[in-house]
Each structure stands twice: as C-alpha cells, then as structure tokens.
C-alpha cells in the first residue's frame, strides 16, 4: 500500500461514506476530512459559523457554498493535507463547490472521485437506526436498547443519535441529495474522473471495493 491520496467520497447520506472514509483515512494516511464533523464542532463551540449554521443543519438544508468552500479551502491548506493529501467526505456538495474545488486543487489534483451507490430506500432505513460518535466520526446502527450516549470504541469519545437524523430532515436531506448533489455525478464523469462503487455489500466488502477504486485510478 502506497500512502497518499487526494479523493473525494460522493454518496447519499448513510450510504456507509463515514465509516468507510475512517477507514480509508487510516489505510492510506490521509486526514479524514468530513465538512459535517467540521460544522457539528462548530455548533458544540458555539462560534459565530457554528451559530449560523445550526438552524441550516438541523432543517437538513445545506450550509452557503461561499462559507463552505472558504472552510475546505482553509483545512486543505494545512500541512497534513498539503504533504499526504487527504479524504473529502460531505464535500463537495453543489456544483459550485465542486468548480471553487477544482480551482483551489488546480496544482495538486485529485486521485479519484468515488461514488458510493447506495439506492434511497435502503439509506433511508440505514439513517433512522444511525447513531455517530461526535468526537471521531466513527457510525454505529442502533438495535433500539442502547442507553443513550454510548462510549465510541475507536476513541472514547460519546456515540449520539444526530439531531438531524429525525425522519423529516432525513427525506430533506435525501430529496436535496437528488438536486444538488447527483449532478456532480454527471459532473466528474464527464471529465472521466468518477468511479461508482457498489455500496450495497458488508462493511468489509465496500472496504476492498473502495480500496482497489483508488489504486485503479493511482495506476491511470
Ligand atoms: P453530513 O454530516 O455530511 O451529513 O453534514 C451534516 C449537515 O452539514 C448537512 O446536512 C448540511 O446542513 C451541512 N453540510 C455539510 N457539508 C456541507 C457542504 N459541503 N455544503 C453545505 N452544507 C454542508
């Protein structure tokens, strides 16, 4: 395995994509980079982007493509990123953060583009039983017995219930996946840099399937 990579995960919402790109971040060494994970600590921080966004997030809406892109454009300038590349998860999101990506990557870019398909109606079942660790990121499926919050295994950290996983924002978020989001399909398959990975398999079988996409595409 070479570490290394810069890569984008698309996907719906509980198609798998954090749990996979906590994994990937640790295979090939790359920072993790999840624009969910970045707003969450900005609300539990109650900074001025935290206070902003809270209401945006917790309608399951999306957060302005200026502010966004000027957070990934700050975090992808850190050494970590510059020198090992790194793992985007949640953005972009819009096709106007993917044109401000593709400007701000312009002389370091992107070794694969993965789209992880899952169909709606399973994510949809997928997301009601989700619970996350706000420290790490980690996902874990609820059985319904759980006391609430659980300890995250990977790091301590506590595992939540998202608050914006209630079924409503849930619909809203995948109807706004289907708008603004699918299109950025279209958008890196033009350019012949999306591979879509089938994301309906075990855990582990996802994990090879995303692993073996990016060394494909390294090898192009
Ligand atoms: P996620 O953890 O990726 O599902 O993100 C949680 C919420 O944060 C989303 O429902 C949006 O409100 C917001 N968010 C995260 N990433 C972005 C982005 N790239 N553009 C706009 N809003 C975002």
Redesign the pocket.
């Known amino acids: 395995m070479i570490p290394g990579a810069r890569l984008i995960i698309l996907g719906r ?1 509980g198609a798998g994509k ?1 749990t996979q790109c906590v994994r990937l971040s640790r295979h090939f060494v790359v920072p993790h980079i ?4 970045m ?2 600590a900005a609300v539990r921080e109650k900074t001025p982007l935290g206070l902003a ?1 809270r209401a ?2 917790d309608a ?6 200026d502010i ?1 892109v000027g957070i ?1 454009q700050e975090r992808l300038d850190r050494d970590d990123a510059r020198t090992r590349g790194y793992i985007l ?6 096709v106007p ?1 993917a044109v401000a990506l593709d400007a701000i990557t312009e002389t370091r870019p992107l070794t694969a583009v993965i789209d992880l398909d899952v169909p709606r109606d399973l994510v949809l079942e997928r997301l009601s039983a989700r619970r996350v660790c706000r420290d790490c990121g980690t996902n874990y499926m609820a059985k319904g017995s759980e006391r609430q919050p659980w300890i995250c295994d990977v790091c301590g950290g506590d595992v939540m219930h ?1 608050d ?1 996983d209630t079924p409503d ?1 849930i619909n809203n ?1 995948l109807d706004l996946y289907e708008e603004q989001t699918e299109p950025l399909v279209e958008f890196y398959g033009r350019t012949g840099r999306l591979t879509v990975v089938d994301g309906v398999a075990t855990p582990d079988v996802v994990f090879v399937r995303l692993t073996e996409a990016v060394n494909k595409a390294r090898n192009r």
């Open positions: 919402q954090g999840s624009t969910g994970d707003l969450r966004a945006v997030m399951g809406s999306l957060v302005g493509d966004m990934v998860d949640g953005f972009p999101r819009t953060q998202r914006d924002a978020r």
